[in-house]
C-alpha cells in the first residue's frame, strides 16, 4: 500500500511568520492529496486538498503545493495566527482507492 | 444536521472485557470508516465500509469487528480489549471513496478509551 511520510513532527513559528510542512508519498498512483487540521480535543477537520493535475491551490493564507515527479506535497501558511496552533495531517489517496493514507502529523506551535 | 456522532465520549475497560462504540451519520454518505490515533502514529484506518451491509480491513483490524446493518450506522467491537487498545476512536464518513470526487471524509467528535 501507499506509504506517507510527514515532517517536521513539530514545528514552533512566530505569529505572522510562515510554516511549511512537507509530505512525501510512495506510489505514483496516488492521485488526491488532502490536509486535515485538528485543533486540540477536537475532530480532524479538511482545510484544503489537491488533485494530481493541478500543482499549487491557495485559499486565503493557506496553500498547497504538488511536485509529481518528486512524489512530495507540502502545505504553506502565510502570516501565521495563534489560532492557525494545531497538528495538521496530510493524506494521499489513489484514484480508484477506498481510503486514504495518512501521515504522522505535524504540531504546529504559533507563539504570540 | 448532528453530521457524524459517536458514543460513548469516554470509557475505561479492564482487560478482557468488551464494548461497542457506535457512529452515526445522517447524511446519507455511503463511506464509513473507523481510526484510531495514537501520539506519533498519525490516523490508521482500523476497518471501513463501503456500503449497508459491506465491512472491509484496514491497515491495524486485529482484535476489533465491525457492522453495518443500517447504512447511518457503523459499530466498532472490541471482543476482548486489551491494553494496546488504549487509543482515542474516530470515525468518518464520505460520499465518495477516497480516490473519488466527492470524497471528504466528515469525523466523529472521537472516543477516548482507556484499557485497565
Known amino acids: 500500500g501507499e506509504n506517507v511520510e510527514q515532517h517536521p513532527s513539530t514545528l514552533s513559528v512566530q505569529e505572522g511568520d510562515s510554516a511549511v510542512i512537507k509530505c512525501t508519498y510512495s506510489d505514483s498512483a496516488s492521485n488526491y492529496f488532502p490536509w486535515y487540521k485538528q485543533e486540540l480535543g477536537k475532530r480532524p477537520q479538511l482545510i484544503i486538498d489537491i488533485r494530481s493535475n493541478v500543482g499549487e491551490k491557495k485559499d486565503q493564507r493557506i496553500a498547497v503545493t504538488l511536485n509529481k515527479t518528486a512524489k512530495h506535497f507540502s502545505l504553506h501558511i502565510t502570516e501565521t495566527q495563534p489560532e492557525d496552533s494545531a497538528v495538521y495531517f496530510c493524506?494521499?489517496?489513489?484514484?480508484?482507492?477506498?481510503?486514504?493514507?495518512f501521515g504522522t502529523g505535524t504540531s504546529l506551535t504559533v507563539i504570540p | 444536521n448532528a453530521g457524524v456522532t459517536q458514543t460513548p465520549k469516554f470509557r475505561v475497560l479492564k482487560t478482557g472485557q468488551s464494548m461497542t462504540l457506535l457512529c452515526a451519520q445522517d447524511m446519507n454518505h455511503e463511506y464509513m470508516y473507523w481510526y484510531r490515533q495514537d501520539p506519533g502514529m498519525g490516523l490508521r484506518l482500523i476497518h471501513y465500509s463501503v456500503g449497508e451491509g459491506t465491512t472491509a480491513k484496514g491497515e491495524v483490524p486485529d482484535g476489533y469487528n465491525v457492522s453495518r446493518l443500517k447504512k447511518q450506522n457503523f459499530l466498532l467491537g472490541l471482543e476482548s480489549a486489551a491494553p494496546s487498545q488504549t487509543s482515542v476512536y474516530f470515525c468518518?464518513?464520505?460520499?465518495?471513496?477516497?480516490?473519488?470526487?466527492?470524497?471528504?471524509?466528515?469525523f466523529g467528535p472521537g472516543t477516548r478509551l482507556t484499557v485497565l
Open positions: 468518518a464518513s464520505s460520499y465518495s471513496p477516497a480516490g473519488g470526487v466527492y470524497n471528504e471524509q466528515f
Open positions: 493524506a494521499a489517496s489513489y484514484r480508484t482507492g477506498n481510503q486514504f493514507y
